[in-house]
């Protein structure tokens, strides 16, 4: 069994900023990456920022000198600090972690939490 329980979200207006917060609990190899996706309405979910356990990060372009991906190893928790927010960010944003063990992927997903960017 593997958990993950986001926190953070809420409303912002244009310009200001948030903070998520992603916990990862259960059977879990140290060898992993985790990360925030978001979906929109309509929309399919998509990456926004990835981060493996030696600190090396990816992020889409739309939010690249806007946010910051960190994690804290030892915890399985991860960070996205999310500054300059702009209206088209107002998504669902979701953490997940992921790893390859021999032939198989897995993926686990957090509930959820909505970022709504308006004024």
């Known amino acids: 069994q593997v958990q993950l329980v986001e926190s953070g979200g809420g409303l912002v207006q244009p310009g200001g900023s948030l903070r998520l917060s992603c916990a990862a609990s259960?059977?879990?190899?140290?060898?992993?990456?985790m990360g925030w996706y978001r979906q929109a309405p309509g929309k399919e979910r998509e990456l926004v920022a990835v981060?493996?356990?030696?600190?090396?990060?990816n992020y889409a372009d739309s939010v690249k000198g806007r946010f910051t991906i960190s994690r804290v190893t030892y915890q399985n928790t991860v960070y996205l600090q999310m500054n300059s927010v702009k209206p088209e960010d107002t998504a669902a944003y979701y953490c997940?972690?992921?790893?390859?063990?021999?032939?198989?992927?897995?993926?686990?997903w957090g509930q959820g939490t909505q970022v709504t960017v308006s004024s």
């Open positions: 997940n972690i992921h790893w390859t063990r021999a032939r198989d992927t897995y993926d686990y």
């Open positions: 259960g059977s879990i190899p140290s060898g992993n990456v």
């Open positions: 981060i493996t356990m030696g600190g090396i990060s």
